[in-house]
């Protein structure tokens, strides 16, 4: 059983960081985004996040643009796969300001 929650734990460590790029896709695909409005679970397939089949996934709360994040920005995060670029603890990044600036995006 121990087992079983470690390999879920190392899974599963770093989907703050992937629904992060996803939202900065949505942010700068407007084809993806309606993607990620019609078909949220293959949204996040894209990702990496597999939702198991009985947990129903009806809308994915996508948050605004923020209104201070430049589209050369965007582009740079976008090109970056969706991080930050170095800018950690930065509240346009929303893998940062999910609480993963440590991590190494």
Not at 6 to 24: F, M, N, S
Not at 26 to 48: C, I, N, Q, S, Y
Not at 78 to 92: I, Q, Y
């Amino acid at each position: 059983m121990a087992m079983d929650l470690k390999a879920k734990h190392e899974q599963t460590k770093d989907y703050p960081h992937r629904l992060g790029r996803l939202i900065v896709k949505t942010w700068a695909d407007p084809v993806f985004k309606k993607k990620a409005e019609t078909d949220p679970r293959g949204a996040l397939a894209d990702f990496g996040i597999h939702v198991p089949a009985d947990v129903p996934v009806d809308k994915l709360p996508l948050p605004p643009r923020p209104a201070d994040l430049s589209d050369e920005q965007l582009n740079q995060a976008n090109a970056n796969d969706g991080s930050c670029a170095g800018s950690a603890g930065s509240a346009s990044c929303p893998s940062c300001s999910a609480g993963t600036a440590a991590s190494a995006h």
